[in-house]
């Protein structure tokens, strides 16, 4: 007989976690508190980033995420596009930034290209090229549509791993063989933690002391009034360049990050940094600022929602596009550096999360990762 699994929670982490667990031959079942995902997995951007990952370990548990997901795509004919994505540099500081980078990457042996001002704007017309010096262009860069694809991965789930799912029900509490649903209590013979930004809600005073905070990012949705109209590529300014852990490996990031802080500090105080994508309806999803502490102001601030408009503007040409939302997600993120919290609190009990502003670039690999460690 199979042994038993049950995975709490429905987001890319529990997700990827049933379909690992499923496929070294357990018997799964999901629970999720809501009646479908409402949590960080369905308000990003859907952008599976290789590109901001460090190379080695990181680099490649994007890769192999980004593989699985094509996958998963490909037998549930769920819409993605391997845009690829453009660092557009527009100060001297930015532009030698990315050549380092662009050296680094190369050397690496990412699928990268630098690109003056012409080759930019031939990868999209939508670059703003009023003092646009060049760009880094990567092709590994892949846009899902969240809000599609996190249901998608469930309904495979079920349909190709035979993965239960039960929704609309939260687990209060968690023994070494056992779930509570606040009426009765599910057997298992391993259980998966994997609740968000409900990370305290079971097992409060273990995450008393851990280094894990929550961010909370502000998010909007514009249309293009032009009929088929396409952004060619993901773009990104250069306060992306301070964000990712990848681009730490160049020289003169320092440097870069130093006169951001001195012209720009209003943006770096609530962490904004922008960047677009365009999802298979042609919707195109800018944000985001990151805003850290345990507990959130529910409401959002009209005050940064203009601060990243204001950025989106110096690269890219948006007089036809119309806001349609705005919102915002939270996610756990850790403070001690760490890429995500793999802990294993009592027998047959494990905990993942904290994947921070990654996880639909990394859930998928890393839940093959953990599995395969038990
Ligand atoms: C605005 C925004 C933009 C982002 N952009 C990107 C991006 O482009 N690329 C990228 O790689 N990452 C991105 N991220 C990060 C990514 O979305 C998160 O890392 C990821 O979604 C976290 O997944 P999760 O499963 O841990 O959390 P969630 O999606 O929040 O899922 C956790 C689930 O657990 C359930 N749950 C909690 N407690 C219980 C309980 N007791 N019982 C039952 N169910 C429970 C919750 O209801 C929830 O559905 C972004 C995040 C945000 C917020």
């Known amino acids: 007989m199979k042994q038993k699994a049950v995975v709490i929670g429905a987001g890319i982490v529990g997700l990827a976690t049933a379909r690992a667990l499923s496929l070294k031959g357990l018997d799964v079942t999901v629970i999720e508190k809501t009646d479908k995902a409402v949590g960080a997995s369905i308000r990003n951007f859907g952008m599976v980033w290789p590109i901001g990952q460090p190379a080695g370990e990181l680099h490649n548990r994007a890769e192999r995420s980004k593989a699985i997901w094509k996958d998963i795509a490909d037998s549930t004919g769920l819409a993605y596009s ?88 939260a687990i209060s509490a968690v023994e070494n063989n056992k779930v509570y649903t606040g009426s009765a209590w599910i057997g298992a013979d391993l259980i998966f933690i994997c609740s968000g930004a409900d990370f305290e809600t079971l097992y409060p005073s273990l995450f008393a002391g851990i280094e894990i905070t929550r961010c909370k990012l502000q998010m909007m949705r514009f249309k293009s009034s032009v009929q088929g109209y396409d952004l060619g590529t993901s773009l990104c300014g250069g306060l992306s360049l301070i964000h990712y852990h990848s681009f730490k490996a160049a020289p003169s990031l320092a440097a870069l990050k130093q006169r951001y802080e001195t012209e720009m500090a209003e943006y770096l105080r609530y962490g904004i940094h922008v960047m677009v994508s365009q999802n298979n309806l042609g919707e195109l999803t800018v944000g985001d600022s990151h805003e850290y502490g345990l507990t959130h102001d529910p409401f959002d601030r009209t005050a940064i929602n203009e601060m990243i408009l204001q950025y989106l503007r110096q690269f890219a040409l948006i007089s036809d596009w119309k806001l349609t939302q705005s919102w915002n997600g939270v996610y756990p993120k850790m403070v001690n550096g760490a890429s995500h919290l793999f802990l294993h609190p009592s027998d047959n009990v494990y905990i993942l999360n904290g994947l921070g502003g990654a996880g639909m670039t990394l859930s998928f690999g890393l839940a093959e990762e953990c599995i395969n460690l038990l």
């Open 82 to 169: 391997e845009t690829g994505s453009i660092h557009a540099a527009y100060y001297d500081d930015e532009w030698t930034v990315l050549q380092e980078l662009y050296e680094i990457f190369k050397a690496e042996g990412r699928e990268v290209e630098l690109l003056d001002k012409k080759g930019v704007i031939e990868k999209s017309g939508s670059v703003n090229p009023d003092n646009l010096m060049g760009g880094l262009y990567s092709a590994s860069e892949m846009i899902v549509d969240p809000r599609i694809a996190i249901g998608n991965i469930a309904e495979y789930l079920a349909e190709f791993l035979d993965v239960k799912f039960i929704w609309g029900t």
